[in-house]
């Protein structure tokens, strides 16, 4: 088994899970379920592939390079200590752990995509063959077990083949890879409950593998899952009456504001800035955060596209009345 995390630096939540699943090695050797892994299996991790982007908190290496894009060329040293341990070891699992956009919904559903599978393509119009339909089996046993914690919370990647990605080469060069991609989850913003999913998705996979179990997965619980889609804000304010000028007769509409973490200059601290992305019938958008506004009135210095505030500053002046 081998398992690769942050190769994007600002990607950690994967990270976290494996060293939890080491500790839980360590702390539990005993656990039948630790024994019949480690009677079976031979586990390999590197847990920060990346640890220059990681520390900047950045997606690509010290060099500006996107690891992610350099299978072929193998211009990083990171890329080549990967190829490396996959060549030297010959893995017959992989799993290729990511975060993605928190914004993602399933399909064009209101529900957040808390974790979204890929078994990567062969090539643009290969078809399966034993390595990657034994990665679909695996990514099968994943969506059984999490759909008792997350049910309808579950999206499938884009498998359109890149041919510059590790995933898709991976698979390509006879490891059966698993693309796991942590997404977002209501009031989670630092995703200690997406730790918790990547733990126990990953654990029960390897257990999975080590009895032979994955192999009786219902390959339609991961094929049927929706795609990733893009239905998701991290802020809604609804029914809100609008009057952009004086004169403008007024509307009823939905507000919606994403949010970023920026440094503020003056204190150093990370604070939430929220920048309006969209006004007008939001009906099919879900979000993290959610207020009627009970058709609140609201002029156009409180309301402007791309206006920005911190977050306390949009509950303030919307929320007022």
Same mark, same amino acid.
């Given at each position: ?17 494996? #060293?939890?699943?080491?500790? *839980? ?15 079976? @299996?031979?586990?390999?991790? !590197? ?20 690891? =992610? ?52 393509? #062969? ?5 399966? =063959?034993? !390595? ?15 759909n008792q914690f997350i ?10 083949? /890149?041919?510059?990605?590790? &995933? ?9 890879? !698993? ?10 913003? /630092?995703?200690? *409950?997406?730790?918790?999913? =990547? *733990? ?18 219902? @390959?339609?619980?991961y094929e049927q899952l929706?795609?990733?889609?893009? =239905? ?35 204190? &150093?601290? @990370?604070? #939430?800035? &929220?920048?309006?992305?969209? @006004? &007008? ?17 609201l002029d156009g210095s !409180? ?19």
């Amino acid at each position: 088994m081998f398992l690769w995390s942050q190769m994007h630096g600002d990607e950690p939540t994967a990270t976290m899970a494996l #060293l939890d699943i080491i500790s *839980f090695f360590v702390m539990h050797a005993d656990h039948p379920l630790v024994d019949r892994i480690r009677q079976d @299996l031979t586990v390999l991790m !590197v847990p920060m592939l990346n640890p220059d982007g990681a520390e900047r908190f950045q997606r690509r290496t010290a060099q500006l390079i996107d690891l =992610n894009r350099d299978a072929l060329k193998l211009e990083t040293e990171e890329a080549r200590i990967l190829k490396s341990i996959q060549e030297k070891y010959r893995p017959d699992f992989g799993f290729n752990l990511h975060d993605q956009d928190p914004r993602y919904t399933v399909g064009q559903t209101k529900n957040a995509a808390a974790l979204s599978l890929l078994a990567p393509a #062969l090539g643009e119009s290969q078809p399966d =063959n034993h !390595v990657r339909r034994r990665a679909k089996f695996v990514a099968a046993s994943i969506v059984e077990a999490m759909n008792q914690f997350i049910p309808g919370h579950l999206a499938r990647y884009d498998d359109i083949f /890149e041919p510059r990605a590790f &995933g898709d080469n991976i698979q390509r060069w006879g490891t059966s890879t !698993v693309l796991i991609e942590s997404g977002g989850w209501m009031g989670d913003r /630092e995703k200690m *409950f997406l730790r918790k999913l =990547n *733990f126990v998705a990953i654990l029960t996979s390897l257990f999975s593998i080590a009895t032979g179990e994955y192999e009786k997965a219902d @390959l339609n619980s991961y094929e049927q899952l929706p795609l990733n889609g893009k =239905n998701f804000y991290d802020i809604i304010f609804r029914n809100v009456l609008f009057q952009p000028t004086s004169n403008a007769q007024p509307v009823h509409l939905d507000v919606a504001v994403n949010l970023t973490e920026e440094r503020d200059s003056t204190t &150093g601290q @990370l604070v #939430l800035i &929220g920048k309006i992305e969209d @006004l &007008g019938d939001l009906s099919t958008f879900g979000a993290f955060e959610e207020y009627d506004c009970g058709g609140v009135l609201l002029d156009g210095s !409180v309301i402007e596209m791309e206006k920005t505030m911190q977050r306390e500053e949009f509950l303030k002046a919307i929320l007022k009345k």
